[in-house]
């Protein structure tokens, strides 16, 4: 887990309660060997201050760039888009998700909700819990691995994979065992 800043605890205990083993990473040493990243949820503009300023921001672009699996969520979502609309000061992603995405685009309204997602590969609906989420405009060349309503939230592309909503925070750990399983 990048453990800079927000939801990283909660995918832990997620990933431990399948058996996964962890670690926090919070120094680009901490990257050495890993099978996989997750990138949580938080504030990606925060997150991406704290990656620049750590030395985090080019090794981790570097490693998911040279494939190492990823399971972004929310801001995590945002930090790997191509392009973010209402980004603070010029924020940028890594791009390597060939994705638009909006922050905070579920409208001041609805800033958090819940709704059943349709997840591929998954029998039934998974409890979405979204938080202030990123609204995907365009999924590119990604392709889409979850929809709410008919609106993707959910994509992959190549060994990454980004969620809208906290499969960390819904109790259900099917998203992260597929993950898993997958590497
Ligand atoms: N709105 C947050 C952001 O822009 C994302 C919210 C979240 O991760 N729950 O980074």
């Known amino acids: 887990m990048l453990a800079l800043q927000g939801a990283f605890k ?3 205990r997620a990933l431990q309660a399948i058996g996964a083993r962890t670690r926090l990473v919070r120094l680009p040493a901490e990257l050495d060997d890993l099978d996989a990243l997750v990138i949580p949820g938080g504030e990606s503009t925060t997150m991406t201050i704290l990656m620049e300023r750590m030395g985090l921001w080019e090794p981790v672009r570097k490693a998911l760039s040279e494939g190492l699996p990823a399971l972004a969520t929310c801001a995590g ?10 980004g603070v000061n010029g924020q940028h992603g890594f791009g390597l998700l060939d994705i638009a995405v909006r922050r905070n685009g579920y409208g001041r309204q609805v800033h958090s909700f819940e709704a059943p997602v349709r ?16 609204f995907v405009e365009d999924t590119g060349t990604a392709d889409v691995y979850a929809v709410q309503d008919d609106q993707p ?6 060994r990454l ?3 809208c909503f906290h499969p960390e925070l819904s109790g259900d750990l099917r998203l992260h065992r597929e993950f898993v399983n997958a590497l």
């Open 119 to 134: 997840v591929e590969g998954l029998d039934h609906e998974f409890p979405g819990v979204f938080i202030r989420a990123p």
């Open 161 to 163: 994979t980004a969620l």
């Open 10 to 12: 909660e995918h832990e």
């Open 77 to 86: 979502m945002i930090v790997l888009a191509r392009d973010i609309t209402d």
């Open 153 to 158: 939230v959910g994509v992959r592309q190549g």
